[in-house]
Structure formats: structure tokens, C-alpha cells
């Protein structure tokens, strides 16, 4: 699928370790998937917080230096997805705020659906707004709350907001975690070896900082972290779990466990689901890498087609701002991905991704595949076809540029010009990830929108 | 004096001219040396302020691409001297917020004395702070009035504050200009040749982009600029000059003419009344460059001894973290000054600073020009011991470092290994610069405060 | 098997084309795999050569405008990688050089064998050498021929030099493809769709730049390349194939042909006979990522045990130069490699890399696979023992440092705590490359040198 | 006179000395002014060179690390003024070369004027040429000279060479300094106060790191650096001393001492001959800064008419690609310099130059002060009219852009629209270098050239 859709972002805490910021940093390297345009760490050491944020990835925003200024037993931490083209650092977080118990930091990824009515009302009010990040709100809402404890105040301001949300907050003593009662992102907590607990989007953050997988932080659960205590939780809205199912497909590293499963796994069932709803005779089943490895895999082990890697992809990839020559059509996408002429050449060929957003990208991979000789090309998608946008913290396109939200499944297999095409659908799709109740947001396939 | 105290920063603001954002960012390249460590400028169309912002020389801040997007017909810029050492880019000016009647952006040259109590009151009421800045105060104050138009709001917001600022506000359609009552900091009042307002720090900006110099913004005066009008100018504070002589003594650049007079002839004038006043037997004058040139060529002309390039400045300096070797000595000074040797040797020399600080820097000079053979070193500061730091928006380091404040004049001389040492006294200075009554705040020199 | 071992550099030319520069340019990035330390194109317009080359990947060390200054019809590039520390460019190319028939250019992937030897006799007559690559030899020894003709000369030249060679040659109106006799490093021909002809070290390039394969540059053929002309062919040496045949195990791209052979093919069969000749029961297969992908997919094919991605390879690598905290052991291989945990657990795993270098990864990662809960670990290794340095244009560790080369298989083995290890041998080898003669250089697993 | 003319390079050595390549170091930055597009080091530990150099100023292109890879007990360096707008670093000094005797490394200060016939010889015997550097000849004469001995050899080779050329050469345990026997540009020998010996183009080198001056290198002169040992001399040709004028007029820092004298006394001088030999009546002197400050000082001194800084020169200037708008005139020229209107206005101005090469600066400068209310400004020159090219290692426009050699004197003040314009007479100009017989070259100004 490559690129037309992306997570919005990604957020980690450390509490009870002396190298909280340290493990932070190693913790968004793992997570630098889920965005790649901004990272910040604000640590507090007891007495003040301080924070570091800036454009970049992960590895050149921190240095040593930079990390020994951030000194503490406590740190958050977030990688941003940027649709904004400038240079304005405004709107990376963590967000930071002084205000009347003190000073504060919180990170987030989702996205609140109510943000801007809450915006409205509070600056009527006469609140400023510094920054165009819905997650600004919360720090007015905690700020203006009238509890006396930043906890209550917590509470306060999440019955506020709606819409999708896995927070950090961070005070000069404390660190909480809360996840909305729909648990649409992902954010789970594990123990550090060495002292100390972790939160974080994934739980490929916990594998490469030695910390145990505990549990994952429950819909509507407020965890609340303290020197020398486990943390305590509070049940802050009744769970009623809607966990984005776009996780799996794509989003989460495959290594990672997320909603209580393997993502690796679940998409291998969704290749093995796909292989026997949508069966087809051919000579090699291969996948649009990285994203439809695991998914091809399924599918072969169910139909017995054998695996191949038929497409390579290119990792030294850049941004050229030179124009390619008459003579080099669709550059764009071979400067990512080649196919293996010998794999493809007079074969059948199914190919397995996990989505189709535009479809210009498949159709040029189907082109790709059929100028390497492939006899046939069969798409399979390991998904049903995606119709909507996503309000939950997902960039997407305008459903006018979603292909499926314009076109039949005939229309698009012409456009793309492959021998077949064929979707996951929903009820399979929901098999693959072991759903024994309707746990999942699936809005983007079927514009049933929770809230 | 090199380097010990520095200014925080200039502002300057553009209105009615299409190319806004272009002639603030000449402007700002010619204010550099009021602040080296951001840059920033906000532009408004008429429906929306772009603000970019970041850390480094304005040169290296925007480039074609970045002045682009900053579209509109008025424009608000800002540089800054920064004594914070991370890579934090919040403290950048100009502050940009969303309230209750659109957006906003201003520019601050000054320093808010009531800062932290306005604060803690605003903090008390539900309000947070994002930042370190006291002008965040201002967005705060003018968001909350109870004011219906900007206009009124800005005029009881800067009620509320105490202490010095030139300040420069943007909104959609217009900008505002205001100094408070003392005029601590200079702001002058231009128009441009093609169409339009300027008002900025210092005239020298004028001159760069072919303004011409209308007056000086009153002290207590607000100007408000609006489209195809001449600016409107409200008295909000009766004006009690007490301009920041310290400004005349070294921060404006020589072709400025700031608080009604040109600074290159006002630092004659300190030189001449210097030789006036603390006359010795010598036979040669030279400055400490730059900023001892005028004072010097002053001396000479009253004093009849020789003016003579002593010392030479050496302007290919960067920051070099090689340490010197065991013969090197003073090399961090060596660097930038190196004596004429042939001009120095066997000579009574009279050497012109504008102001000693630590006094560390004055001791190398004078140990500098020794060792080149002057057979005596008469030091002549062309302003009064500098015994107290200021408060009004200039960077001066703790009393306690502050060598006047904890060493007599004779102590000093000792110190620095000069044969003399005389300070140009209050009333001469006052008199360097035509002041009829007391408009000048010399707290730096005296520890009288005036708010 | 991951960067012990590395190609030394790649190699392209471009005749008779108009965006020659750009041709190279694309080509060098789809090569960019055998160099990343530094690149270079020098191009020829008919009058005179341009050369550009720095330190960096291909995307950063040119640019629109840099591009633009290699004008011409003919283009040589290469990439290269270094084992220099510092930051000399000298050692860059294309080697330039201005000589009594005009002007030249060389750029060579390979090493000779009796470049030492040479050169001393060149200095002897009077020769200076201003770098140290074993390159310079071969300008100097065209300069020096006593031959009339330029083509005449580099016969003169390549019969005086020994080891491994894939050279192109720019001249103001030629270009040059020459192949030691050997062909130990791939080189082949291609015809570009929109005029002319271009060589390069694999087909990968071709595919990028939109040209078709025509053959292998032969071993001992020397191309010449003239304006609205064919390529003509003289046969310099009579060819006895010794074709190193660690390109396919683990340099060559897999979409590569190189030696005449899918690269992807050969690997895939590496793996088949790895299946065939050294088989163990076990749960599942899995490659170490990338090298050992098709390896791993041809023996999973072969012995029927399933095929997974057991380990996942971070792609958002770059340095980090922050210490671990005590809690993350490891760190080097887990910010590259992490593994599938439910892939892993309680499983019988064969891992599959294509070779054992240091040893040290290789127990890195049995370690990190056990910890994921592997039953047992059986490492298979699709390349006999690496035993000895090569000499022939490959950067291999000293042989000390070559576990094979200081360890029985059981020891190393033991040391690598797998539960068994296997290597393919050199016969089942040289039956995956369909060589039906030795046409291979196997000199790193058997220290048989050729030259 | 701005930037028309530039000097193309600086070079120093050191001599035992265990921090050669430290000391070398800051004396490059001593010598900046003499150029800024490259530097580099070459520094001998006796058993070999290590050689760094790279496109920037001395302060960005090395380090702590680099230099700590200098290793040795002697250095030699060079900074690069470079017309050639590429990156090529191909061209940056030292030269460094393997040969016969070992290995050398090279620097040159200076233009040879039989370059390209020696070159074509070297050639025509074998010689390939891999820069576009005269200095290139160097290291094959002494590779190709039949003496046994390196110190032979260097006298062989400097005997076939004809020119401009200040040289110091570094073999492994030796260094060497040769000066042609017109002694064109200046090379000093001074004491290093910790051990050892300095050789450098100027003195002001010696000034930063310590060293005593000793006395020039002659003209003619070979001087031989070994271990331990004073420094022995060899007189290579008969003096004829030559020496560059326009070092006096423009290059030479002021505070150096070149050719026996103090360069910023010289130019005093020049400046009382000018107002001895080409009065006029006037209210003020000022300077174009910063190259004309010392003759405007030395003119007022002499004419008694005031001195003032009537022109500031900002010192924060980089390049800007940004365009100025239509009300910003003559941009470059302001963005430079700026007019003290308070001096200026209603005046009449005597305005001093070193030199007029195109005419535009001077044109921009009167233009400037009658702008700011000039009554009269007279154009006084400190050298005669600049006629004609250098050949002698000064970088100079075309002789159909030096504005005196295609107008007449009248002409050229018409055009630059002075009141009046006077250059100083090649006598008055001799007289003030003290030069008893004719011992500069003034080609420049005469078009006799030497050699």
C-alpha cells in the first residue's frame, strides 16, 4: 500500500527509573513507524519538567547531551506524522503547560472528535490557543477544572473531550496513562527489569528496552503511577472496546502484540482467510513488501501456491527532487520496488496487499508485474475495500480520492488493470483478528462512525 | 567591552505593503545585532497569520521558500538574544495565539517587571503558560479583557503590565504598535517609498529597505495601523522619558538615530567630554573596537592626541573548541583583538572602552598592549562604573559579578594593570547626550530603579 | 549475516545519450548497496570532462544543479565503500587525469593483486601517486604506453595489471568496458530505449533507468563505445571464468542477473540444497533478514517445513551513538533485528543466514531467538565456512578474525549456542549456480587463490 | 575597495613542534583573510603524512578529532581563495604524493608563469596531471629531478620553474621553505616560544600562537628545517627583490609586518602622501572600511582635516538569495556598508579607497553619501589607478573590467559621479613603502611586468 495512509502518532511514559529519558528515546526508535516528522521527551526529575522537542527523526532530535539535560525518573515521550508541510515545531508534544497545581506534559495519539466545540467554548471563556493540536484542550480543560487534584482533574477533563484517545500526562511527581472507553489505539504496560514501569503504543517499544509485556492499559482505564507504588487504576468510563482494526492490517509493527494478539499472526490469518474466500489457481503467491509479507505467507501456507519474494524492496530510499529522463516510467514507484523478473515471467501471479487507498500505487505495481512477463496478475488485498475516512487519529485521503468510495470492485480491478481482484470482507476479516464479539472499528470500511 | 552584556532583542513591523514579510526580514538582518539566537516573523493576508520561527541568524532562518508562504500586506518580526543553552525553540518570538476575536501575534522588545505576579493571577484564574516568555502575559490579558474591540483590549492589557516594552501587535487586518511610558526601549516610526508603515527597533532598518524616518513611536503612545489609512495614534500612558542611555553607551548600531539623536554623534560626544573631563598626558588614542571607535575619535579631536587604529578586530570568529597549546596564552581575547605594534610600542597609550563589566576582558587588553611595548596604559571607559543589572530588558550578569559593584576605582585599575583608569561620571554622560532634564534611566550605573 | 563483510563498490557507464549524467545518476542509486561511503560521475560533452564526487549516498552528493554541470552525452559513475575513517575525498572516484592524448576518466570495482608491485616501478621512473587507490596505477600506465591509440594504450595498460577488474574508461569522445579475464566482478551490457548504451555492475540499474539487457561485458573483452556507432568487441584476453560467487550469496541485489542468473534463483536454490543435504526436523524456517529470504523460501520449498518471518528488520537504522541502560542487553542486534515472538515460541526453528563472518551476530541471534522461546535452534548456513580473505575487490576481516577459519563447526557451534549448525558445502554450492565446470572463484572458502 | 581583488592563498609550516598541526591550525585562521573557500593540513609523525583538507573555513573544516589524527612534530597549511564555483575539492592544498624518496606534501602561495609550457612537458613525457593546480608541476619535477637528495631536488625543480611563489614543502622528517628570487609574496620565519620554528605569510600568525619573529625568508632563499637542529639557509638565486605592492595596498593584514615593515604604518603613509600630493579643501576625512581606515587616518593627520567613521561596515553578512524589493536600491552595497547621516549630511567629504578595480563599488559609495546629504565628495585613492592584470597570484578581473584601463581619469569621475576623484602617484606610493631603490613590483598599476 505504501504511504497513503499513516498513524498519526506514537506515545510512550517511563515511571521509577533513573534513566527514564534514556529509555524513552530507545522506546520511540521502536516506535518511529507510527511518525517520522517530529519527536519530543519531557522528563521531570521531582522538581521541574523539562522538555526537548523538535522536527526529525528520533535519532538526530536527541544526542547525549541533549538526553543528560533531561534528567529524572520519569519521561514521556512522542513521534509526530505531520500532514503540515512548514517548518513550525509549534505542533510536536509533548504539549507543556504551567498552570495552578504546577507544571505538566502530556502526549497523545488519536484524535478528539469534539475538539473544536471544546475549543470554541473555552476561548470564549477566554482561553488562548498556542498551537493547532486538539491536544492543547486538554491541558485548558485540567487547568480550568475545578478539582483540587490533578488526578480528579484528569477525570474531569476526559469526560469532556470524545473521540480517540491513548494519553501520557506527566506531572513533577506523577505519570498517568488513559486510554478512551473504545480503546481505538492501541497502548499497553510492562514492568522494567531494571525498576520501574513502561506505557507505550506498542509493545516492540517493551522487546527493545527489557521491559515484561503486563497487560494492556484497559479501555476507559486510568492508570496512575507513583514512587515506590504499582500503579493504580481507575475505571474512568465502562469499556466498550472498538479497537481500530487498521492496526492489524497495517499500521502496527508486526512484532508487536497489540489488543491482545500477535499482529504478525493476524496477518497471517488474514492471508489464510483470503486464500480460502477468495481462492484462484496460480503459479506463485508474492506480496507488495513490507506491509503484505506476513499476509502472502498465510495465503500460501492455506493454498498451498508457493511463497516468493517477487517484488524487492529498495531501502535506500531517499527524496530526489531530480527529474527522471523520458526514458524511465513510473519512476516512483521503482525507486522503492523491483519485481524478480525470473519469479514473475511467465507465471500466474498472485500479489497480496493489505490495502487499496488511491489504487494509482496498485495499478503501477500490476504494470510493473505484467512488463516483468507474469502471464496473470491476481490482487488480493488483505481488507475490505476502504471507503471512508478515519476521524480516530488516522491520516487519510478525502473519501473523493478513496478509489472504493468510487468505483465498483469491477471498475477498479479494470483501472488497475489486474486478471482479478478480490477484498477481505468484513465478517473474514473479523475472523482473522478472533473477534468472538463486534470489539472492532471498522468505520473506514463501512462509514458506521462509533461517535 | 565585548560581549558581557547584551541586548534581548529587536522588533519590527511592516503594514500595507505587499511585500510585508520580505522588507521585515531585510529589516530584522539589519537589527542582528540586538539578537542572534532566533528569528522569527508572523505575516497576515487578511484571513489568517503564518508564523515561522527558529532558532539561528535571521540569514539562515528563511530563505525564498519560507518568505513565500509568509504572505500578506503586514508583517511582524522579531530577533533574539537568548541566554537559555538547550535547543528549544518555544522561547521564540513573535507569540502567536488563537482567542475569542481571531488570532493575534506579537513582538516584544523589553522586559515585563510584575511579570510572575501577573501571572500567578492569571494562573489562579484557569489560565496556562506554554512558555518562559513574560510577553506570553500579554495574549493572556488581551484574550481575557472584557473589552469588546482589540484596540481596547490592548490598552487595558498594558495597564496591567509594568516595566519596559515595544511591543509590536499583528491581527488579521491590523497592527498596533506601543511603548511604554518610560520609553526604555527605542521604536521608531517610518514609512516606506512604496506604500506602507515601518516601525522597528532601530533606524537603521529604515535606511536598509528605503523607509523614511517619520518620529519616533511616544512613549506612552500607541499607533494602530490600518489598511489605506495614516496611522492613528492614541496617548495611553502620559510619557515620562526615561530612555535606556545604556543604548547610546553600546547596543545601537552607529548609523542609528535613536530617542531623537544619532548614536555615532552621541559617542563622540561621551569621547570628547571624556577628554574633557579625565584628561591624561599621552600620545597616541585608540579604541577597543568596535564599539570604542566613536568615543575614541571624540577624545582625539578634543584632546588633540593622535587617533590611532591600536587595535585590531579580527571578524572571522566563530567558536573554536580546540584548545589552545601551553605558548598560546589568552588566546579567547587574542583571537578577536590584536595590537599594531609598531603604532603601540614606546608609546603612552590611551585606550577607549565603552563600559567595563567584569573586568577580565579590560585586564587581557591592557596585559595585551604591554606586551606589545606600550610604555603605558591609560584605560578610559566612556561611561560610569557599571554597578547594577538591569531590569528593563537588557542581559547584564548577577551584581556579584558585576567588578564596579565590588571594587573601588583605584581597585580596579590595579586589577586590569593599567597605569590609570577613569569612567566618564553620570552629569558628563547626561550631557554627551543633550539631556535638558533627567530623560534617561541610568539605574545600571546608580541601582535607582524607577518601577 | 549483516556487514562484516562488504563489496568494495559498483561501477556505470552511459554513452550516447543526452542525460547521460541523470542515466548515471539513477544507476548509482539502484547500486548504491555495494558503496555507501562516497560517489562520483564524470561526464564528457565532446570537449572536455567534468568530475564531481564527495563523501555520502548517491541522493545526497548530487543534486539538480550539480547534475546540470555534467553535461554531455557519455557519463562514468561510481559508488564506492570505504574503510577509512577519515574524511579525505581523495580516495573517491572517478579518478581524473589530464595526459598527453587530452583527458581521461577511470572508475573500477575489483582489486589488483600487483598494484604495489607496479607502482614501485612506476615511482622508480619518475611517477608520482597523489592517492591511494590501486586505480591511480592504471592512468599512469596509459600515460606512460608508448602505444599511439587511447584504445591501444588500455590494452597496454590491463596487460600489465593483475586481480580483479570491471573498469569503464571516459575519454572526450569514448568510453571504454573492460572485464579482467576472470570476470570475478559482474559487469554487463545494456541498450537504453531512448538511444545509447550503458554497462553497469548489475541489471538492477537497467531495470531503474528503463534499458535492456543485452549480455555480460565477457571476461577479457574490452567494449568500445563510440558516437552513432555500435559497441565493437575486442577480445584482450582469452576468458577462463573465475566469477566470484559470493556475489550471489550475498552482494549482487536478488533482482539482479549477474553471471548470467537470476540472483534471486540462486539463492533460493543455496537453500534447496541446503534442505536437501543438511536437513533437520524442525516446526518452521525462517531467514535472517534480507540476505537470508530466499535461501530461506528455497528451503522451506524443498523440506516442507513452513516458512515464516521470524525475524523482523528495523529499516530506521542510522547511528546511535547513546550507551544502553543496563537493562538492554544486546542493543546493536535488537535496533536491527527483532523476532516474532508466537512465531518462536516453543518451536523447533531453522534459521537460515547466508553466511558466518565474526560469529558474533550469528550468537546474537540463536540468543535472542532462545529468549524468544525457540525449543531448539538449528542454524543453516547457505555458503560453506568462510575461511579465508579475499583479494579479489571484497573487504573481508582479517582471517584471525574469521570464526571458521580459528573453529572446528562444532566449536563454532558451541560458541553460537545453537543446537546444530550446518553450512552448505562447496560442491552443493557450485550445483546452485549451475556452474558445470569451476567457473567460480571459491577462494574465501577454501583459500585457493587464482592470481 | 570590496572584494574585486582577491589574494588566492596563505601558507605556514611548523617544525618541531609535538603540536605542529594545532599550532598550523590557528595560524590558518591568523591568515583567513587571505582566503575562505578551502583548508588544509598535512602533518608528518616521521614515518608518515596525514593529510586533511576540505572546502570552508579554517574553524569548520577541522576539529578536535581531525586534528587529533595530525599527528607529528611538523605541519604545513593553506587556505584557498577559489574563483571555481564547484565543489570540486580536487583543487584545495596541500598536495600530497607518493614517490621515489617516500612521501611529500606541498604547499604554494603564489601563480607560476611558465606553467603550462612545463606541464605540457611533463606531460608529453608521461606525466598525468590530476588537479588544475600550477603547484601540481612541483611534485613531478622533484619526482622527476635526477638528484639523489630531496633539498637537490627542490632546488632542481624551483630552477625550472619561473613565477610567483612563496612554497613549503613537508617530507617526512624535513620541512623546507623557498621564496623565488622576487620575493612577490611575503614569507616570514619566527620562534615558537615552547620549540620549534614557524614559517608563514604573514605575521600576525606568529602574533596568535605565540611565536617571535625572526626576520623574512629571502628572496631566493631555500630554508632547510630538521630535527633538533637550527634552520640552515640556501641562497637558490640571487636576490632581486619584487615584492607584491598591492600586499601593502590591500591584502596584508594590518597588523602584520611584511617585506620589513608594519603594513598599517605603510598605509598611513599613503594615506599623508595623498593628502601632501592630491589636497583638497573638505569638512571631514572618513574611510571605506574597513580597508581604507589607516590612509584616512594617516590623511587627516597630515591634511588636519577630522577623521571620522563616516561608514559602518556590518559585519553579519552572509549571502542572501532573497531578492530586495523595488524601494531597495542598491542592496549589495547597503547591506555592507552604511552612511552615518549625521556626519555626512551637509559636508563636504573626503571619502578614502585603497583601490578602484571595476568602478561599481565606488560608483555605490558616492552615490550612498550624497544620498545622505553630502555637499561634495571627493574620491581620494591610497594607490594608483589599477590598470592591469596580476600574474602573480592575485586573482584579478579582466583587463576590459578594470574601469582605468579604459577611462580616463576624468572619466572615471564622471561615472562615478565624485566631485572630485585623485589617486596617489606610483612615486608618492614608493615613497610610502620607504622603498629607497625600486624594489616592488608594480605591474599592476604599469603593466610592466618582471618576468
Not at 492543547?136 to 476526559?158: F, G, M, P, T, Y
Not at 494519553?167 to 473504545?182: E, I, P, W
Not at 528496552?209 to 479501555?219: L, N, T
Amino acid at each position: 500500500m505504501l504511504e497513503d495512509i499513516n498513524e498519526k502518532c506514537a506515545v510512550v511514559g517511563i515511571h521509577g527509573n533513573n534513566e527514564a529519558s534514556k529509555l524513552a528515546y530507545f522506546s520511540l526508535h521502536a516506535l518511529q513507524h507510527r511518525g517520522q516528522e517530529a519527536a519530543g521527551i519531557s522528563s521531570s526529575n521531582g522538581k521541574k519538567l523539562q522538555t526537548i522537542k523538535k522536527r526529525g527523526l528520533v535519532m538526530r532530535v536527541f544526542d547525549e547531551k541533549k538526553l543528560e539535560t533531561l534528567r529524572g525518573f520519569s519521561a514521556i515521550g512522542h513521534t509526530r506524522y505531520s500532514t503540515a508541510g512548514d517548518d513550525s515545531i509549534l505542533d510536536a508534544q509533548p504539549v507543556f503547560a504551567r498552570y495552578d497545581l504546577g507544571e505538566m506534559a502530556i502526549v497523545h495519539n488519536g484524535n478528539l472528535t469534539n475538539a473544536e466545540e471544546v475549543r470554541n467554548k473555552l476561548i470564549a471563556n477566554g482561553a488562548i490557543f498556542q498551537t493547532f493540536m486538539d491536544t492543547e484542550n486538554l491541558i485548558h480543560l485540567i487547568a480550568k477544572s475545578e478539582q483540587k487534584k490533578l488526578v480528579d482533574r484528569i477525570i474531569d477533563a476526559v469526560q469532556r473531550i470524545e473521540g480517540a484517545f491513548s494519553l501520557v500526562f506527566l506531572s513533577r511527581t506523577k505519570m498517568f496513562a488513559m486510554r478512551d472507553r473504545f480503546g481505538f489505539r492501541p497502548l499497553s504496560l510492562g514492568k522494567l527489569s531494571n525498576g520501574g514501569y513502561i506505557v507505550a503504543s506498542e509493545t516492540c517499544a517493551f522487546d527493545l528496552v527489557g521491559a515484561e509485556f503486563i497487560r494492556d492499559v484497559e479501555p476507559g482505564e486510568l492508570l496512575i503511577f507513583e514512587k515506590d507504588k504499582k500503579p493504580q487504576s481507575i475505571k474512568v468510563f465502562e469499556p466498550t472496546p472498538k479497537h481500530c482494526i487498521f492496526e492489524y492490517v497495517y499500521f502496527a509493527r508486526p512484532d508487536s502484540k497489540i489488543f491482545g494478539q500477535s499482529v504478525y499472526q493476524t496477518r497471517k490469518n488474514m492471508g489464510k482467510e483470503l486464500a480460502h474466500v477468495k481462492p484462484v489457481e496460480a503459479d506463485v503467491v508474492i506480496p507488495v513488501p513490507d506491509g503484505g509479507v506476513p499476509s502472502a505467507i498465510g495465503y500460501s501456507q492455506e493454498s498451498g501456491i508457493p511463497y516468493e519474494m517477487g517484488i524487492m524492496r529498495n531501502h535506500y530510499i531517499g527524496r530526489t527532487f531530480i527529474e527522471p529522463t523520458q526514458e524511465m516510467r513510473d519512476l516512483k514507484v521503482k525507486m522503492k520496488l523491483s519485481p524478480m523478473i525470473d519469479i514473475i515471467r511467465g507465471k500466474r501471479v498472485i500479489v497480496i496487499d493489505d490495502s487499496i487507498v488511491r489504487g494509482t500505487t496498485s495499478k503501477r505495481i500490476v504494470k510493473m508485474l505484467k512488463e516483468a512477463g507474469a502471464k496473470e496478475v491476481h490482487m488480493r488485498v488483505s481488507s475490505p475495500p476502504t471507503t471512508d475516512p478515519c476521524y480516530y487519529g488516522v491520516d487519510t485521503p478525502d473519501k473523493s480520492k478513496l478509489i472504493a468510495a468510487n468505483m465498483t470492485q469491477d471498475a477498479i480491478c479494470k483501472y488497475i488493470e489486474a486478471d482479478s481482484l478480490a477484498y477481505l470482507d468484513k465478517s473474514a476479516l473479523l475472523r482473522s483478528v478472533n473477534s468472538k464479539e463486534d470489539n472492532y472499528c471498522t468505520a473506514c470500511f463501512t462509514g458506521e462512525y462509533i461517535v
